[in-house]
């Protein structure tokens, strides 16, 4: 048995799923295996990148105790599915682990599938990892990660709302290209201020109703400034990922280029989630010729930046080696 699930880079919509906001992420050509067979009262994984192994009983009970660390997100998918046998086998990647590509999801999603989880049922599996990174790391994150992993589709980016959690597949332009530029700063959830971020909108909610639903002259109503701001990011983020719909569907470059600019500019002074290595990055990409928008890409705190190109367009000499050119590739599946 082998399952294979996609990490995703998201083209625009950051830190709007968590208030059930719209995302455009893709699911891409990078992911992670996991290769064994099922049988047994526990899961042992062997993972290459890593170098150990991973023991959990199927009724594990504290997911967020286990060692090593990345058996965390094999042990809170085993408590989320409660699989009938367990797997043995070994777990490989061709993500970059750190980097805001998703690496903690396609690994909740390529377990789930080994286990036997429905791959018909992409929401289903989704929501389901989802409450296993969640009891993993702690942190409150949304759904986007596992449901674009989920969910992909060859050749398209997704739509993906929210709260209604549907997926909409919007074509990637064949004369465009998607890269993934490392700042050179790792990127760690658990270790960043995201659940004070996801607080933030969630205060702001209690003052206007839902941001999803909110317009910026509702935000007037909120009394503290920071707050004000995060929701601002919200409201504007979530028309953002429609225009740069529009954009991509019209072969609009200039307008991709401004869209991609608003947000990561919106991401920078509202929300407060870039670093200096981000603004300088997308920055140097937005100058270079061929480069038709450029903005950081997951939640921030340092990471990757996501440019979408020209076909043949030759980046910056000074980061092509921590760079990776990605496809819109198809969601999680077993062979």
């Known amino acids: ?19 059930g906001g719209l995302v455009l992420p893709m699911a891409i050509d990078l992911g992670t295996t996991v290769v064994g067979e099922r049988g047994g009262d526990e899961v042992v994984l062997r993972s290459d990148w890593a170098g150990d192994v991973v023991r959990v009983p199927l009724d594990v009970a504290d997911p967020a105790s286990v060692a090593p660390e990345w058996g965390r997100f094999v042990a809170a998918v085993v408590a989320a599915l409660r699989p009938t046998e367990g797997l043995v086998g070994a777990v490989t990647t061709t993500l970059p682990v750190g980097a805001g590509l998703s690496s903690s999801a396609a690994l909740e999603v390529a377990v789930a599938a080994a286990l036997g989880a429905d791959l018909a049922d992409p929401v289903g599996l989704a929501r389901a990892c989802q ?20 969910a992909g589709v060859t050749g398209h980016a997704l739509r993906i709302d929210c709260h209604e959690l549907t997926v909409a597949p919007v074509p990637v332009p064949d004369d465009v290209e998607v890269w993934v530029v490392h700042s050179g700063e790792p990127r760690s959830l658990a270790g960043s201020a995201y659940a004070e971020r996801a607080a933030a909108c969630q205060q702001a909610e209690s003052a206007v109703g839902p941001l999803r639903l909110a317009a910026l002259g509702d935000l007037d109503a909120i009394e503290d400034p920071e707050v004000r701001r995060r929701a ?27 869209v991609m600019a608003a947000s990561h500019a919106s991401l920078r002074d509202d929300f407060e989630v870039s670093t200096p290595a981000l603004d300088a990055l997308v920055a140097d990409l937005a100058a270079t010729p061929g480069v038709l928008g450029a903005r950081l890409t997951g939640a921030g705190f340092g990471g990757c930046a996501v440019a979408l190109t020209a076909q043949g367009t030759a980046l910056p000499h000074q980061h092509t080696h921590r760079s990776w050119k990605v496809t819109p590739s198809n969601g999680a599946r077993v062979t």
């Open 1 to 19: 048995m082998r399952a294979f699930a996609p990490g995703r880079v998201n083209l625009i919509g950051d830190h709007t799923d968590h208030t």
């Open 131 to 150: 409450r296993a990174e969640q009891a993993a790391t702690g942190v409150p994150c949304g759904v986007m990660d596992q449901l674009a992993s989920a």
């Open 232 to 258: 601002r990011h919200v409201v504007t983020e979530n028309a953002r990922v429609d225009a740069l719909v529009a954009a991509l569907e019209a072969g609009d470059a200039a307008a991709i280029g401004e």
